[in-house]
């Protein structure tokens, strides 16, 4: 992050690389006036590394550089996840169409003519900060959106069906140590994928499920409505903006290589949520995780051989609980409830056993505490502080 005497400068950060000290210091000069912090630099290659520490919002960038030029300087910024969104203005003396064409194909949003005219300097500045910050907002704006539309759609499956809250939990946290193991470069997006994996199973009933899950004592309709579920949840979740790979990966869970055409990061989320999902279904029917681990690898060539060997070191987490009978008043989210949750003058379930508790939840056993009454205290399994996924990355 940039330091905080930097964040506060109303203007904002920019960049000025020229290896004309004359051209520099004139280009400072005016912007400081202007209220911009501003940072100079003779050439491309150390532009690149200051960028790298602490990126500026705007960077003034001279075509015409020794040992790497502009246009060099450019693609590489491009190139960086991190940098890519920063505008890039040319300063040229250049005034051919096909260099501005270059420029552009280089990835540059304007150009800035020498000799310079301050009040054009001033207002092409000022038009790409004011763009890259809506830019910002309206992202930060997208991600608030999406891991609100997540976290209740997680909710609802969950909720569907409790069990489906333990299983995502587990997948997720396996898919997270393979990415971090192979390197993965979208790993926010398997990390939503594994999240989301199991949304098509709430159109299952619950024994077709447990059977097909387990992959033991299922009926052939079971077999078939359990398969079923991963086209039920990427057709759930395609429509949504952004999320159209993350559906993609989801769809291929159980067969990662049915669509060779798509996208190498879908091919590789899809692999490796094949995996840990595979891994989780044997601990689910009971195996322990070496014996689990073990025959996954007895199946030759199903896994990705690297993604596999990196569960050799793998511990499942579980989260440490201790039980606990508590008034409605005490209950906060992440509880789960231990026992179902009986209305006091009905007789009826309000939530089931292993209903995991969101604020949500814990408002409507509230609401039915007024109106109809509930049975307290209540028995609740009280887990560890676990902090909920957050998804970067959009």
């Known amino acids: 992050m940039p330091p905080l005497e930097e964040t506060m400068q109303a203007g904002g950060i920019i960049m000025v690389v020229d290896d004309n000290p004359a051209n520099l210091k004139m280009l400072e000069d005016a912007l400081r006036q202007m209220s911009y912090r501003v940072r ?15 990126p500026p919002d705007l960077i003034l960038l001279d075509v015409n550089m020794p040992e790497m030029n502009g246009y060099e300087v450019c693609e590489r910024l491009k190139a960086t996840p991190l940098l890519a969104g920063i505008p890039v203005l040319f300063i040229s003396a250049l005034h051919e169409t096909d260099d501005k064409v270059k420029g552009f194909h280089s990835g540059g949003v304007d150009y800035i003519s020498k000799p310079f005219q301050f009040e054009e300097v001033y207002a092409r500045v000022e038009t790409h900060l004011k763009l890259r910050q809506a830019q910002k907002a309206e992202r930060e704006l997208l991600e608030l959106t999406l891991n609100g539309a997540i976290r209740m759609l997680a909710d609802l499956v969950h ?3 409790p069990q489906l809250a333990a299983r995502s939990r587990a997948i997720r946290d396996c898919v997270t140590w393979i990415g971090q193991r192979v390197a993965a470069a979208e790993l926010w997006q398997y990390d939503l994928a594994a999240t989301l994996s199991l949304i098509g199973c709430v159109t299952l009933p619950e024994e077709a499920f447990q059977h097909g899950y387990a992959g033991e004592q299922a009926s052939p309709e079971e077999e078939t409505m359990f398969r079923s579920h991963p086209e039920t949840g990427a057709r759930l979740l395609a429509n949504i903006p ?8 989801i769809r291929l869970q ?5 669509n060779p055409e798509a996208a190498e990061q879908v091919r590789m989320g899809a692999r490796m949520l094949h995996l840990a999902v595979e891994l989780d279904r044997r601990i689910y029917r009971g195996l322990a995780f ?4 073990q025959d996954l690898k007895s199946i030759p060539g199903r896994f990705d051989a690297e993604m596999l060997l990196s569960l050799a070191q793998y511990s499942p987490t579980s989260a440490e609980f201790h039980r606990q009978m508590l008034p409605l008043r005490q ?12 209305g006091e003058n009905t007789g009826a379930v309000i939530f089931r056993k292993d209903t995991v508790l969101n604020e949500t939840w814990i408002e409507r056993l509230k609401n039915f505490a007024r109106s109809q009454g509930i049975r307290e205290p209540l028995r609740v399994c009280v887990p560890g502080p676990a902090a909920a996924p957050i998804f970067k990355g959009f």
């Open 254 to 258: 159980l067969t990662p290589d049915a």
């Open 159 to 161: 909720a569907a069906n």
């Open 290 to 293: 070496r014996a689990a681990f």
């Open 242 to 249: 952004r999320l159209q790979p993350t559906a993609e990966i």
């Open 40 to 54: 100079c630099f003779p050439r491309g290659r150390m532009a690149l590394a200051a960028a790298a520490e602490n």
């Open 331 to 342: 209950l906060f989210a992440g509880m789960v409830m231990d026992e179902d949750v009986i």
